[in-house]
């Protein structure tokens, strides 16, 4: 039984398309109605009103939405439900919107994420799923996920890497967003690697938020880790730099030459998409939110934010 569609989500339903896909965001939250009053979280607004007039100002085609509201979940039922309200979204607007479904993960094991990944993949036809870097502090590289990772691989299914608040806290009074976010997705990156779940499960399409926090400016410090300590590094034979060429990286809050200098030095320009971080994006109303990349070179603006859309959701490059 699908949820019925709130009437702001069917405005323009179907006739919204540009004749050319010009930007597809990659990285934009948003909390449906029925999923937030359930959540009961004191988070920013997600309207997605507010995040279409966005999208209409600067020229964003398309979005893949993930659910808002700061973190994982581990209740099966909430995120059963603020699924099917992001299916209502995508069967309404198909080529307006993507979904990324929730996966609960409690300590007692992955059936019930199998369970919601199925559902959401097979029943409610969404384009992805979101995994945060930990859940309650178990980072996902952790045994605890491998039968997750297992069954992403056989699909050759496309993940979104979200930070979350670390386990332990942080040390300074800064918020976490100004840099424990990036250092969380660094560290989950690190795990994964030298886990061994990248070289198991190499057909997972992982998408890592913010360019990969720190991860591919420090990349050649990551891969150290090999001659200086083999025995931890057997798990990756690839070396961590193959293993971070391998991952697809959106702009979300890193929309600089700068931090797309690091980027591109290892990784190749098909792996990285355009993303807001919507609605968390500390920009001016009136600034586009990757201004800056009016410097680089036309075709590699397109092929950030539109032409390797196709890689990981291409209806919507279409």
Do not use: K
């Amino acid at each position: 039984m699908f949820y019925t569609i709130p009437a702001e989500w069917n405005r323009c339903a179907g006739s919204d398309m540009h004749p050319e896909v010009r930007r597809v965001d990659f990285h934009a939250h948003v909390l449906t109605p029925r999923y937030g009053e359930r959540l009961r979280a004191p988070v920013p607004p997600h309207r997605l009103a507010d995040l279409e007039a966005f999208m209409e100002r600067f020229e964003i085609d398309a979005a893949v939405v993930s659910m808002g509201g700061g973190g994982p979940v581990a209740d099966a039922g909430l995120a059963r439900a603020g699924n099917e309200e992001l299916a209502e979204l995508v069967r309404a607007r198909p080529h307006r919107f993507g979904a990324l479904a929730i996966l609960p993960f409690t300590p007692d094991g992955p059936d019930a994420a199998l369970a919601e990944l199925e559902h959401a993949l097979d029943t409610l036809a969404l384009d992805g799923v979101a995994l945060f870097t930990n859940h309650a502090g178990t980072y996902l590289g952790d045994p605890a996920f491998e039968p997750l990772f297992a069954e992403l691989d056989r699909r050759s299914a496309y993940a979104f890497v979200h930070p979350t608040f670390p386990p332990g806290g942080w040390p300074l009074q800064h918020p976490p967003w100004l840099y424990e976010f990036p250092f969380e997705t660094t560290r989950t990156l690190a795990n994964l690697i030298y886990s061994g779940t990248l070289e198991r499960h190499p057909n997972v399409r992982l998408q890592f938020a913010h360019l990969g926090g720190a991860a591919l400016f420090l990349a050649h410090r990551l891969a150290s880790l090999a001659p200086r300590e083999p025995a931890l590094a057997t798990a990756a034979p690839e070396g961590a730099l193959e293993y971070l060429r391998r991952q697809f990286y959106d702009t979300g809050l890193s929309n600089n030459t700068v931090a797309l200098a690091s980027t591109l030095a290892l990784v190749p320009l098909e792996h990285v998409v355009f993303g807001s971080d919507w609605p968390y994006l500390a920009t001016r109303e009136e600034r586009d939110p990757s201004d800056d990349f009016e410097s680089l070179e036309p075709d590699v603006r397109r092929r950030i934010d539109a032409g390797n859309a196709a890689a990981l959701v291409p209806r919507l490059a279409r």
